[in-house]
């Protein structure tokens, strides 16, 4: 019976503490006091506008796959080069007139040196007929 009366008392200060609170803003205004302003803050955007984008079109399709080079490079997500391994598997099987050839993208991640990125592509440009990148999920 005692926490009964403890949870009285609790509830009937926090009653007239939100009751009386009002009650004081409006003497104070009665008074001509001016409640006090609150405070204005600015708020920024950190993200910008970003620029816009130039669509580019898609490249055209191969009319066949027979005697062609089709490139699958791997963009180096973990667990993507297991994928697009089976992934040859299947298309050897499905194109065996195709010719396959994968490749992991050695992208530079913020070590030193310099990205291969730029002759990887030119290689693709000038042996392979299209390309399949796998870009992880």
């Known amino acids: 019976m005692k926490w009964h009366m403890a949870v009285a008392v609790i509830l009937a200060l926090c009653l007239c503490l939100f009751c009386s ?3 004081l803003n409006s003497q ?3 008074q001509g006091k001016a409640a006090p302003a609150a405070e204005k803050i600015t708020v920024l955007n950190p993200l910008g506008t970003p620029p ?3 669509l580019k079109p898609m ?3 191969l009319d066949t796959m027979d005697g062609k080079t089709i490139y699958v490079v791997d963009q180096g997500y973990l667990g993507t080069d297991n994928l697009l391994k089976e992934m040859i598997v299947w298309l050897e099987r499905e194109y065996p007139k195709t010719n396959f050839v994968f490749k992991r993208l050695g992208m530079n991640r913020g070590g030193g040196g310099s990205s291969p990125v730029p002759s990887l592509f030119a290689e693709i440009k000038e042996k ?4 399949i ?4 999920h």
């Open 21 to 23: 609170y009002p009650a």
């Open 59 to 61: 490249a055209p399709r």
């Open 128 to 131: 392979g007929d299209a390309m």
């Open 133 to 136: 990148m796998g870009l992880g």
């Open 52 to 54: 816009p984008i130039k």
């Open 28 to 30: 104070a205004q009665a």
